[in-house]
């Protein structure tokens, strides 16, 4: 009887398994150039061919001496592939879940697999501040679920919406409310942007979340902040799933909320 687990250690415990089972699934390749892609030795590259051969993961595709995979290589080279991504995608978010709405997202997680994933080990918090401007400026339309706020982000907003032409609605956390209150330039944006036509909402009390929800037309972003305010983990999605769960995720919470006027925004 085959040990199934035996055979997947087999293959993902050699790199070298790995990539040649890839380069094969790509297109026929000869032992020579095997060899030459990956500076394997020959050796090495005519033990592995022998392995996937005799497993019927692999077969002679040419008269050139080229092999190639079968159905069963594909699958299981499109398998691998899917499990790796799956676990790049753990490795990244899971130690951060807290952070994150993980458990009210309706839709398969795999989708994110295809998501720009911020790496908590390389993250560079001004890096992520230039991306949130790079895409309000980008954006015709921008919906913000908030729970902290980041001065540039806010005058950047105000630019776009009071001199230029983007449509702008967000829903605030009651502390964000009380940290926009309690400074007046802020303010004075905020009640600039509503006369533009922008809209702002009080989040009922009691909620607060340590992410943000942010909508670039539809693009979604979603970032968790730990204690201190600062960005630890996120990503982008355009994915269809992702910007269905999004949108309600918004409207749902902006339905519960309280909409602000300019006196709102009194300091």
Do not use: K
């Not at 592995?48 to 019927?56: M, N, P, V």
């Not at 960005?231 to 982008?236: D, I, L, S």
């Amino acid at each position: 009887m085959v040990d199934a687990h035996a055979e997947l250690e087999f293959l993902v415990r050699s790199e070298n398994r790995v990539a040649v089972l890839g380069l094969l699934a790509t297109r026929p390749h000869t032992e020579r150039e095997l060899v030459e892609t990956t500076t394997m030795s020959a050796t090495t590259v005519g033990r592995i061919l022998s392995d996937f051969a005799e497993r019927g993961w692999i077969e002679d595709a040419a008269s050139d001496g080229a092999y190639a995979t079968t159905r069963f290589g594909d699958l299981l080279a499109a398998d691998y592939e899917r499990f790796r991504e799956s676990m790049d995608l753990a490795a990244r978010l899971g130690p951060h879940r807290d952070l994150l709405p993980t458990e009210g997202m309706d839709f398969d997680l795999r989708v994110l697999t295809g998501a720009t994933v911020t790496d908590p080990d390389r993250l560079d918090t001004l890096q992520s501040v230039d991306r949130w401007a790079e895409l309000l400026r980008g954006a015709d339309r921008v919906r913000f679920l908030a729970n902290t706020g980041n001065e540039l982000i806010i005058r950047i907003t105000r630019e776009e919406v009071v001199d230029g032409e983007l449509a702008h609605e967000a829903v605030f956390t009651p502390e964000l409310y009380e940290y926009v209150l309690s400074r007046p330039e802020l303010c004075e944006m905020h009640r600039e942007m509503i006369r533009a036509g922008a809209a702002f909402y009080r989040a009922a009390e009691g909620t607060d979340v340590p992410w943000f929800l942010a909508l670039y037309d539809d693009l979604v972003g979603v970032g968790g902040f730990d204690e201190s305010g600062t960005v630890r983990t996120g990503f982008e999605s355009d994915a269809d799933p992702v910007l269905r769960w999004a949108e309600e995720a918004f409207e749902s919470r902006r339905d519960d909320a309280t909409r602000l006027d300019a006196d709102d925004f009194a300091p």
